[in-house]
């Protein structure tokens, strides 16, 4: 494996290398999860923020199924793909665990798939937190500014959202009605009196 790793990076192999040995088993990239899952840092909050625990890692180890051939040389390409996209002269550990969620093939991707977890979630934060694109302020909160500052492993994300400002009540518009207007309608006239009727006596026809 020729990784350009750096000091974070380095010790993440290391450390995932020592568990594979103690374990009696062969390197994988669920090592390499559980390393990132127990180690104090950033990572250890992305991935608790998502619900994934080392014991339910550990519970996975115990599947036989493996990784596909050179799946740590294609990690090195994605994380090292991803360091240089942001000018980083070195893979660090974030670098490592975005580029081990990238892989689709990989024993940790296809467990964590398996587990209902959400692969493209994690990149995401990774993601996003190295680049400052606000998913770290947004998703990971103060508890993520804290861990990354003090390197102490957090066991929960406490994300705050900003209370939303209150509005003015908005008074409702009052529709004034038209006033009543009374009839003023002039009365009809009374009828006009009939000329009294005359009669007029006419001669009588002899016979």
């Known amino acids: 494996m020729t990784f350009k790793l750096g000091d974070d990076g380095k010790r993440i192999l290391q450390m995932a290398m020592k568990r594979a040995k103690d374990r009696k088993q062969e390197l994988t990239t669920l090592h390499l999860l559980l390393v990132f899952c127990e180690e104090p840092g950033l990572a250890s909050v992305i991935l608790a923020h998502c619900g994934i625990t080392r014991d339910w890692i550990r519970s996975c180890m115990k599947t036989t199924q493996t990784d596909p051939p050179q799946v740590f040389e294609r990690l090195n390409r994605e994380a ?4 240089e996209t942001i000018r980083s002269p070195k893979i660090q550990d974030l670098h490592l665990l975005a580029g081990l969620v990238r892989i ?6 296809r467990m964590l798939s398996m587990g209902n977890f959400k692969p493209t979630q994690i990149y995401s934060i990774v993601v996003g937190s190295l680049t400052g694109t606000g998913k770290r302020n947004a998703v990971l909160g103060q508890a993520g500014a804290n861990a990354e500052a003090a390197g102490a492993r957090q066991g929960s994300i406490a994300g705050e959202a900003a209370p939303a ?5 908005t008074e409702k518009a009052q529709v004034k009605l038209p006033l009543k207007v009374e009839d003023t309608k002039a009365p009809e006239p009374a009828p006009l009196p009939l000329p009294p009727r005359r009669y007029i006596d006419r001669p009588r026809e002899k016979r």
């Open 80 to 83: 090292q793909q991803l360091a």
């Open 104 to 109: 689709e093939d990989s024993l940790a991707h």
């Open 165 to 169: 400002e209150e509005q003015p009540p």
